[in-house]
């Protein structure tokens, strides 16, 4: 097999103003390296990097920096997910310079889910800093040399600074204005929750670009196939913020119960395709948790195929 | 689920759940402009500051109020004339730059379902007063040290200029090092 050309990084992708792709990688429940290398593998060609997350909804995974280190290895640069939940400011601080020193390009800066509703529940959250302080430490540490108590980094890292944002929560007059805090802080690029609801998002971006965001801060918009009724309903029930109009079930519903999968990527890649006609957004950010293999079909559907990769892919 | 969530919440009693405000908004307000520095608060602050008696019983008064108010849990730098007069430190996850992705679209915290969530009183609170822009200042972080200080004090002293705050420019730390404003 050979291997593809390495594609541009995620900044390069971004600063060209091309559709940038990123996906979700979770890393296993054990210590198995080639559970990472598999999904980031099936991903490679395909995407500008791949998101490795941190023991995501507060379940214990390997950790996000062994697991970009993996990705890496893999050939696909990750963009490593780093929360406020387990670690205080030293902590914190300690792991984005081991990122840069380890050769990651990219961090993606956020709270985190409370542990309460994870895998241990009687674990003590953190939450020294919130995501936005967290983004303007990194930046700090970057652009200044400096860490949070003014002692020098020699030599500063040099990561791209991202956020993530929920256009889709509450209180829905400031969810722009709260990106405009990350990016003030800091962030470079952000990506969002899963869009489902198409008509609310392209209102958040409406703000978004009225405050001058997306001219300073990269969108990525948040997207995901719901591959069955039972998935619908966990998703609804279970991840916070997560808003799925009842658009999505209808559709899941008129189809027969051995095609609901294939429907739900092709809605995956219907909505790609309808955030990536407005103005502003610079890409989108695939979420298949379970499913990363399947990523490369969703994106050759929407239309998102890369000179040089495909073939082998599609299944 | 429901069930053993709420017993999860009692078991953990300790941890910050959100507090809807009982002092209004435009009270609070008020009370601010009354409470703002000036010869005569300078005066009973550097008094209280010089008997550590005198200081806790102070202190535990402000605790009280500000307790049955807002839930305060005494951080010892106060954030709620910039946050609607509703006390951010009373998130699950203590956040003082706005809420989580995680608010339910009923507007329920996503800790304990229950429970409206503390950010969308702090902005409905500004926004009904005209003070969104409040919103949008850079809370730094909180200095773990003075936890138990009384924030009256250190207000009428001037400590607290520089918790947060405004434009892209501004440095993370303030331009005071936290340890040497005692």
């Known amino acids: 097999m050979t291997v593809p050309p390495s594609p541009p990084s995620l900044r390069s992708r971004l600063e060209s103003a091309q559709t940038a792709v990123t996906a979700e990688v979770g890393p296993p429940r054990g210590a198995d390296p080639e559970a990472v290398r598999r999904k980031v593998e099936a991903l490679r060609g395909w995407v500008d990097a791949v998101n490795i997350t941190d023991s995501q909804s507060a379940h214990v995974r390997l950790s996000n920096w062994a697991g970009s280190i993996l990705a890496l290895a893999a050939g696909v640069e990750p963009v490593m997910q780093l929360t406020c939940r387990d670690r205080n400011r030293i902590a914190l601080q300690s792991d984005l310079l081991s990122a840069a020193a380890l050769g990651v390009p990219n961090v993606l800066l956020m709270t985190g889910d409370h542990p309460r509703f994870g895998d241990h529940p009687d674990a003590k959250p953190v939450f020294d800093l919130d995501s936005v302080q967290l983004v303007w430490t990194a930046r700090t540490m970057r652009d200044e040399g400096r860490l949070l108590s003014g002692r020098t980094l020699d030599p500063p890292p040099h990561w791209l600074i991202g956020a993530v944002e929920n256009p889709f929560a509450p209180p829905a007059g400031f969810r722009a204005a709260r990106l405009g805090k990350k990016v003030a802080a800091g962030a470079e690029f952000v990506q969002t929750q899963f869009v489902f609801d198409v008509p609310a998002f392209t209102r958040w971006m409406t703000g978004v670009r009225e405050l001058g965001l997306d001219a300073r801060c990269k969108v990525l918009a948040g997207v995901g196939p719901v591959r069955s009724l039972r998935a619908l309903e966990y998703m609804r029930g279970n991840v916070p913020g997560l808003w799925i109009p009842d658009e999505i079930g209808r559709r899941l519903r008129g189809v027969p119960p051995g095609r609901v999968a294939d429907e739900a990527m092709t809605m995956c890649a219907e909505i790609i395709q309808q955030v990536l006609r407005i103005p502003g957004v610079s890409g989108v950010h695939v979420m298949a948790p379970g499913f990363e293999h399947g990523i490369p079909e969703i994106l050759a559907r929407a239309g998102l195929t890369r000179a040089g990769v495909g073939s082998g892919h599609a299944h | ?182």
């Open chain 2, 1 to 182: 689920m429901n069930t053993a969530g709420r017993r999860g919440a009692r078991s953990i009693a300790a941890w910050p759940r959100p507090v809807r405000p009982r002092l209004p908004a435009w009270l609070g307000y008020r009370i601010q402009r009354l409470l703002a520095p000036n010869a005569c608060y300078r005066w009973l602050a550097g008094w209280l500051e010089r008997s550590p008696a005198r200081y806790r019983a102070f202190a535990a008064a402000e605790q009280a109020a500000k307790g049955e108010l807002f839930g305060c849990r005494m951080c010892g730098q106060c954030t709620l004339p910039v946050t609607g007069y509703a006390c951010p430190m009373t998130c699950p996850k203590q956040l003082r730059n706005g809420p989580c992705g995680g608010v339910g679209s009923d507007g329920s915290c996503e800790v304990y379902p229950d429970i409206r969530c503390v950010w969308l009183e702090a902005w409905e609170r500004a926004e009904r007063h005209g003070r969104v822009a409040d919103l949008h200042l850079l809370q730094r972080p909180v200095d773990h040290r003075r936890w138990g200080e009384s924030a009256w004090v250190s207000y009428w002293h001037g400590r607290d200029d520089g918790l947060w705050a405004a434009g892209d420019a501004s440095a993370i730390r303030d331009s005071v090092p936290a340890a040497e404003r005692r």
